[in-house]
């Protein structure tokens, strides 16, 4: 049915596009010259008028359909069970609903029951049915109603690029009403949380175990949410890993800017992409069977006891990750610095190590700085490598050889499983989540501006 | 440095001939398949301003930057024949470029000073070739380079400023101070003046007409003023191939050419 729809809505748009060019044409006689605007404007026009009506009326039973629905079905549930408690009524409806949908349901429906349940599938189709027909009418009516506005003056263009510039607007506030949205549920539900935990606990404690007791009486009914030896696994694992990434990042950038030849570029430069394509749970998998171990043998070879799960592997390992990231954007940056300075430099009888040092370096240096700030937001972000290969024990250690744990790893600690949505266990995630979407943006916030003023300097 | 100042060289007089400080014999230079420069031989007489004039895309800069092998940070570029500066041939294979262009420096169209404070930039070329130890010796060399440049007086409070402050013109002379640190015995010049305002084009009209009495100057310019103001020598190019040579005063007012005639009555470029 739906698919059926759908056709036939698109069919009648391509009609009225052909209709809408054909009238305006035949209203000059099939000269360009005289009409207001470009005959496919007219046809758009006329097309618009057939989509935006059947859309609206597709989307407003898309809202409401389900609550009509509702209300008719307990109209017509029988009065002994309309009058069940608000619990009971809603597993009969479930029921009746599951049966209606060939599901399975919890017990076998009386046959009154039984009757309402086929009474719903007939409202449920009928009202698809319904709906298809009003659609296509509007699109009908639409057709129509556009159509007889096209005359040779009508101004097509100026209509079609108001739908145009009221569509690019609606997409865009989805997209930052959703951001806001985010934003804003972080919030609620974050001040939901530091209701019951303080926020100076929450992030000056130095103890985390975020258990909450069902009863009063249970074992762990002391929960603990002091944050600090969750951000400063974060902060270890992301030191470690930029340690790794900046250094090789910005060399083999160097390389691929200042001495490499072109040819020697165009294959390593897609190499270097391919690494930053692998899928970051295959990093995951690769730090916690390869490199963790490793690093144990390799420690206990110097009689170091090093912790299965370690900070190093992880962040050694997201540090691999990152190099692309760096190496790339500073390949840019780098790159951005006009050839006019290299070549003072040159013509000053510099080497090339000594100009990429003391000229290319200090040029691209706001540019690469934003380059590594943008690298840190995503390793403090990164979550699947850290969850595979640095543990969940919230250590507070400075000890990279430990186990530690970070931020996103707590926060899908907290949140897998079932839950109750309103223990302090799990609105913990929410406030985490909040912390760490402040620390990121500013990151970012920071990084960008840095880079732009860069980029004004040399345009 | 060889040469004594030349007072006598005024517009109207044919200056009397100085030794050759540059001999350039056969030179042709490539870009890949495609000839910019075609068998062009010319000597560059010391403490003198020679003037590369012709329309653009005919190869002066290409034949100025062969003369501190600047052509070698083009990959594709091949340049043949010999180029001699004292006696060497500068493209011999025992030849380092390093110390070349600390002999042979140059200025360039745009004003390039590096992203660092004034005095760094001045500093740059003499920290690089080990011509300074400590700070008062940089400091005497950045002091006497800014004097030189005619800078010194306009950026003595300022010296730690980026050298991206500076106007235009100061930017260019900042990068003059710059070639002139190193104590080089050639400057070479490829249209210093092409992004500045006419007054900060006079002032470094009458800064390479100071400069000359220390130092071999060449330079590239696209006004026929300019050359006849500044140089004594002009070369005249066309199409890669050198078409006439010799004092600038002939050069402008009696060319043997007729294309050279052409070009400077502004028939053609
Ligand atoms: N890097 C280069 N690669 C290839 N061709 C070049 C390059 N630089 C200059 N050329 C070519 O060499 C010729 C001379 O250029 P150039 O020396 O810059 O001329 P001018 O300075 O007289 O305007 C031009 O045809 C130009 O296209
Ligand atoms: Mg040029």
Redesign the pocket.
């Known amino acids: 049915m739906t698919t059926l729809l759908i056709v036939v809505l698109l069919g009648l748009s391509a009609i009225a596009f052909q209709t809408g060019r054909k009238k305006a044409l035949r209203a000059t006689a099939g000269n360009i010259a005289p009409l207001h605007s470009l005959p496919t404007y007219y046809g758009t026009y006329v097309a618009l008028w057939v989509g935006i009506p059947s859309l609206i009326v597709i989307g407003l039973w898309l809202a409401f359909e389900p609550q009509i629905i509702n209300a008719l079905l307990l109209a017509a549930l029988p009065g002994d069970v309309r009058g069940l408690s608000p619990a009971e009524l809603g597993l009969q409806i479930n029921d009746i609903k599951n049966h209606a949908a060939g599901g399975i349901t919890s017990s076998e429906l009386s046959p009154r029951l039984q009757e309402v349940a086929d009474y719903y599938l007939g409202l449920r189709q009928n009202g698809l049915l319904g709906m298809t027909i009003v659609a296509v009418a509007a699109g009908v009516g639409g057709l129509a109603v556009g159509w007889r506005h096209v005359t040779s003056t009508f101004r097509a263009r100026n209509h079609v690029e108001r739908t145009i510039r009221v569509v690019l607007i609606i997409a865009s506030s989805i997209a930052i009403l959703t951001t806001v949205g985010i934003v804003l549920s972080l919030l609620f539900e974050s001040i939901r949380f530091f209701a019951q935990v303080s926020p100076i606990e929450f992030l000056f404690g130095l103890q985390w175990s975020p258990q909450t007791a069902l009863r009063a009486d249970q074992v762990g009914q002391s929960g603990a949410f002091g944050a600090v030896p969750i951000f400063a696994g974060t902060l270890m694992i992301t030191i470690i890993a930029m340690a790794i990434a900046v250094p090789i990042g910005l060399f083999s950038a160097i390389y691929m800017a200042e001495y490499a030849s072109s040819q020697f570029r165009s294959v390593i430069k897609p190499v270097l992409e391919v690494l930053a394509g692998i899928p970051t749970v295959v990093y995951g998998f690769f730090a916690a069977l390869t490199v963790a171990p490793a690093i144990r043998g390799f420690g206990e070879g110097l009689g170091l006891s090093v912790a299965s799960e370690s900070a190093l592997a992880a962040g050694l390992v997201m540090g691999i990750m990152i190099i692309p990231f760096v190496s790339s954007l500073s390949d840019d940056v780098i790159n951005a610095v006009p050839q006019s300075l290299r070549d003072g430099s040159y013509a000053m009888g510099a080497t090339k190590s000594e100009t990429v040092r003391q000229v290319i370096l200090p040029a691209a240096l706001p540019g690469i700085v934003g380059s590594v700030l943008l690298a840190v937001s995503r390793a403090i972000g990164e979550t699947m490598i850290v969850v595979m290969a640095a543990g969940l024990s919230a250590n507070l250690t400075a000890n990279p050889f430990e186990a530690v744990t970070t931020v996103t790893v707590q926060i899908v600690t907290l949140l897998t499983g079932d839950q109750e949505f309103d223990s302090a266990k799990t609105l913990a995630a929410f406030a985490l989540g909040l912390v760490l979407f402040i620390i990121t943006l500013g990151l970012n916030v920071v990084a960008l501006r840095v880079v732009r003023r860069y980029r004004e300097k040399y345009d | 440095m060889t040469a004594m100042p030349d007072q006598d060289v005024e517009m109207g007089r044919a200056p009397a001939p100085m030794p050759n400080k540059i001999r350039t014999q056969h030179v042709s230079v490539y870009?890949?398949d495609?000839c910019?420069?075609k068998d062009v031989s010319l000597d560059i007489e010391s403490n003198r301003v020679t003037a590369?004039i012709?329309?653009?895309?005919?190869?002066?800069?290409?034949?100025?930057?062969c003369i501190n092998r600047m052509n070698d940070t083009?990959d594709?570029?091949r340049v043949d024949g010999s180029i001699v500066l004292d006696g060497t041939d500068i493209y011999d294979s025992k030849i380092d470029v390093v110390q070349l262009r600390a002999r042979v420096g140059m200025v360039f169209q745009k004003p390039n000073p590096f992203p660092k404070s004034i005095y760094d930039n001045v500093a740059y070329g003499p920290r690089i070739h080990g011509l300074v130890s400590g700070r008062g010796e940089t400091d005497d060399v950045v002091e006497a380079s800014l004097n030189r440049a005619g800078l010194w007086d306009e950026v003595k409070d300022r010296l730690q400023d980026p050298g991206t402050s500076l106007s235009g013109g100061q930017q260019q002379r900042l990068c003059i101070a710059r070639a002139i640190a190193v104590q080089p015995e050639v400057i070479l010049m490829?249209?210093p003046c092409s992004a500045l305002d006419p007054i900060a084009t006079a002032r470094i009209e009458e800064l390479i007409d100071e400069l000359r009495a220390n130092y071999t100057i060449i330079i590239?310019t696209h006004s026929m003023q300019q050359a006849a103001r500044v140089s004594q020598r002009t070369a005249f190019?066309h199409l890669?191939d050198l078409i006439e040579f010799g004092d600038t005063e002939q050069v402008f007012t009696n060319p043997i050419e007729q294309k050279t005639q052409d070009y400077i009555t502004g028939r053609f470029g």
């Open positions: 870009y890949g495609k910019a420069i590369f012709g329309p653009s895309g005919c190869g002066k800069s290409t034949f100025l930057r083009i594709i570029c490829d249209e590239v190019f890669g």
